[in-house]
């Protein structure tokens, strides 16, 4: 008897075994979770989840002007009577009103700039090219720092403005009520916050 050639032929024919229908579609299904998850990761790099688009490349603002408030108040015109105000052109925006907080900052130091003391309050408001204010913060208090904590608030939209409103470019200006203090050699510079999917802020503005 040939042991040595029949543990050969069982050992070829052993081979020549297929897998089973039942681990061939473990396999398949494991390959494909592995290349959805692939694939998932991949197209998450790509695209900007919460948090992750830099708000200077979505919004930008400049051409800084310098002024006195003429009449009415920041729920009308943006600004006070008498008040010392920056107004700037939004020049680049895809993003919602909701979707950026203002500050004032010191140049030197970085620090967020306190609102001058004085017998009115410091406020940001976006104005259209009517000259209307469709959003406004509330008031800022004398000696507080000049910066939004907080987006809009829901009772300060005018004309059916809203946070999910575009904030387009061309149609809306911001105003930066300053009290009784102008922004002539204060050394104050204007950044925007990101907020929601947006981070970061924006290159400064320097105020005049």
Sequence with gaps: MNVWGHNERS?????????????????????????????????????????????????????VRSGTCASGTVATTGCKSGDFVETLTIE?????????????ISQSTGNAYACPTGTSN??????????????????????AALVMTAGFPTANYGGG????????????????????????????AFVVIGQGSYSGTTAAVSLL
């Design 11 to 63: 050992w070829r024919k052993a081979r020549k075994r297929a897998v089973s229908p039942i681990i061939a579609t473990i396999l398949l299904v494991a390959i494909t979770v592995v290349l959805a998850a692939v694939l998932y990761v991949l197209i998450s790099g790509l695209t900007h989840g919460p948090g992750s688009t830099p708000i200077g490349s979505a919004f930008a603002a400049g051409n």
């Design 92 to 104: 680049q925006s895809t993003v919602t009103f909701g979707s950026v907080l203002f500050e004032v």
């Design 122 to 143: 410091c406020a940001f408001s976006i104005v259209n090219t009517g000259g209307t204010a469709v959003a406004w913060t509330a008031n800022i208090a004398g000696g």
């Design 161 to 188: 403005t809203s946070s999910g409103s575009s904030l387009s470019a061309g149609l809306y200006t911001i105003t930066i009520d300053l009290n009784t203090g102008g922004a002539t050699g204060q050394g104050i």
